[in-house]
């Protein structure tokens, strides 16, 4: 016999709904493997740039010696020979879903991380089954929106601070309806799709769930990678169904070897809590933050709605602003994030805002920051300038070449004479990449960020 409360309608349509919830999951996506859109095409290809001097061709280089046994796993395969586009190492993928290509090294560890927890999420039983193991308890949710609406004050003793947040996420989003109505439809859109969450869901405890499986499988909890997002909501909407450990959801998963986000460890205590908040709270948090850094409102608006970060990414993209707050041309900073039009570029700009907060120049002050030719300038005392590059190979492309040459040009120019440039370089350089900039008088320095904590 199906139990049923005052109000609420018996156990069976309610079970519907959190099948329906975990229906919604999205594994499709028109086809395809990553959430977020594509730069708009250009009308016609860049013309080939003659550069005077030397150059060179990307060298591939083997998947092997760049990920070790993690070139080959269960469910997915890479290309034994790793293409570069003379700054990053393009990977090729095979998996169950199909192939595609992951541009830089930290994003094809990101990746790999991904397809593991994705397969782990897949050896459990079937949506189904989750459902018939929880039993009686899966209408526990629902009983306790229940309990929360016809007894307020009871519900609030049983855990203040919870419900509390539960009613800031609900006055946000009646907010909202309220703003659509008075906007005649048409209000002013805050973040991009992609981060839509859903009432119900938020209510009901699924996003947090989501969260703190997506930590125990080492991912981000609303990565744009669409398999394992669907698999995530699905199994996060049933574990909060049926009240079940998350351990119970998956096994052990391994992490994979080197750091895919550096200077984590430098993050402040609002960060840590904003990120434990679902995306409509957290980027209400980071818009206040960045309000309070003097940043611009049209930079604030850029870096809301942009897709090519998480929302994981954005608040701790605020964070390591924040830890900058002292320093002159923040807003460039900022705006060098927040204007990043492809996924690659994007995480780049993250992993260089990582390495900045963790002061790795041996003094805590930068005196300025300024960015040239997409490259952030770092000022520090004693006229001295240094160029952030974000490279997995630097290669002295002819693209590269011009590029670089007009970074050079430009800077010298803007400079005291006697002053001193510097170049570093995340990852590694061509002996050919080495040699020119040293003949334009930089002192080059490469593997920069592998010593961020």
């Known amino acids: 016999m199906s139990r049923t409360f005052p109000g609420l309608s018996s156990v069976g349509p309610i079970m519907l709904l959190l099948v329906l919830l975990a229906g919604c999951a999205s594994t499709g996506n028109d086809g395809k493997f990553f959430d977020y859109t594509s730069p708009p095409a250009r009308a016609a290809e860049a013309p080939t740039v003659k550069s005077k001097g030397p150059t060179e061709a990307p060298k591939a280089q083997p998947a ?15 290309q034994p020979d790793v293409a570069s586009n003379g700054r990053y190492n393009v990977y090729t993928f095979t998996t169950k879903a199909g192939s595609y290509t992951v541009t830089g090294d930290g994003l094809a560890r990101k990746h790999i991380q991904e397809l593991l927890a994705l397969e782990a ?30 007894d307020p004050v009871g519900s609030t003793k049983a855990g203040y601070s919870n419900i509390e947040r539960k009613v800031h996420s609900i006055q946000r989003r009646m907010s909202g309806a309220g703003e659509f109505v008075t906007t005649l439809g048409h209000p002013e859109q805050k973040q991009p799709d992609r981060e ?18 997506a930590a125990q499988l080492k991912v981000d909890p609303y990565t ?7 698999e995530l909501d699905k199994v996060a909407t049933y574990s909060a169904a049926g009240g079940f450990g998350i351990d119970k959801a998956i096994g052990f998963v391994p992490g994979v070897g080197g750091a ?21 709270e957290s980027a209400a948090v980071n818009r206040d933050r960045l309000a309070n850094l003097h940043v611009p409102e049209a930079t604030i608006k850029r870096l809301s709605l942009t897709d090519k970060l998480t929302p994981t990414e954005k608040t701790q993209a605020v964070g390591y602003l924040a830890s900058l707050s002292v320093t002159s041309g923040l807003s460039e900073l900022a705006d060098f994030i927040a204007s990043s039009d492809t996924r690659t570029s994007a995480f780049a700009a993250l992993q260089t805002l ?21 490259v952030p300038i770092i000022g ?21 070449a011009d590029w670089l040459r007009r970074l050079d040009r430009t800077l010298t120019r803007s400079m005291e004479k006697g002053g001193q440039k510097e170049i570093r370089i995340s990852g590694g350089a061509s002996v050919m990449a080495r040699q020119q900039l040293r003949s334009h008088r930089w ?5 920069s960020f592998a010593n961020v904590p």
């Open 380 to 400: 520090v005392a004693g006229n001295k300038k240094m160029a952030i590059v974000t490279s997995d190979e630097l290669a002295w492309t002819p693209h590269n």
């Open 196 to 213: 839509d969450d859903s009432l119900i869901e938020t209510f009901v405890g699924i996003a947090k769930t989501k969260r703190r499986l």
């Open 121 to 150: 999420l897949k050896k459990r039983s079937p949506a189904g089954e989750f459902i018939q193991g929880a039993g009686g308890a899966v209408v526990s949710p629902v009983v306790a929106v229940y309990r929360t609406v016809s």
């Open 64 to 78: 092997g010696t760049l990920l070790g046994t993690y070139q080959m796993g269960i469910g997915y395969a890479i």
């Open 260 to 280: 895919i986000i550096s200077g984590l460890g430098t993050l402040d205590s609002v960060t840590d809590r904003t990120l434990d908040t679902d995306p409509s």
């Open 443 to 447: 002192v080059v320095k490469v593997n």
């Open 354 to 374: 990582a390495y900045l907060s963790f002061r790795p120049f041996g003094i805590e002050r930068i005196d300025n920051v300024q960015i040239i030719e997409g």
């Open 224 to 230: 744009h990678y669409v398999p394992l997002a669907g």
